[in-house]
């Protein structure tokens, strides 16, 4: 089992950037693929970012590539997501997931979560 906090949230205004961080517990943390969703108000939950398990692939959707970057450290049980040219359409609570398979880019996929973060975009 593998337990998850993220941490970095906040408000932000529009073109910045943020940091979010998420710290994973657990002994086998290197053998989950790790992901990061957000989900918005009245809104499903989506993916914005996945990596596999030595961090050598990710994906990201069109909504934020290009923009966000996701990065992790094995040896510190971190998962990273840096996000620049923030708009107020990034507005959401953003979790960190791990899940089973090499990467991971559906909800479905992902065992374990965090308890989320807010990010707030302001215009």
């Known amino acids: 089992q593998v337990q998850l906090v993220e941490s970095g949230g906040g408000l932000v205004q529009a073109g910045g950037s943020l940091r979010l961080s998420c710290a994973a517990s657990?002994?086998?943390?290197?053998?989950?693929?790790m992901g990061w969703f957000r989900q918005a108000p009245g809104k499903e939950r989506k993916i914005v970012a996945a990596?596999?398990?030595?961090?050598?692939?990710?994906y990201y959707p069109n909504s934020v590539k290009g923009r966000f970057t996701v990065s992790r450290d094995n040896a510190k049980k971190m998962v990273y997501l840096k996000m620049n040219s923030l708009k107020p359409e990034d507005t959401a609570v953003y979790y960190c997931?791990?899940?089973?398979?090499?990467?991971?880019?559906?909800?479905?996929?992902?065992?374990?979560w965090g308890q989320g973060t807010q990010v707030t975009v302001s215009s």
């Open positions: 990596i596999s398990r030595s961090g050598s692939s990710t």
């Open positions: 997931a791990a899940g089973s398979p090499p990467i991971a880019t559906t909800e479905r996929q992902y065992d374990y």
């Open positions: 657990g002994r086998t943390f290197s053998v989950y693929a």
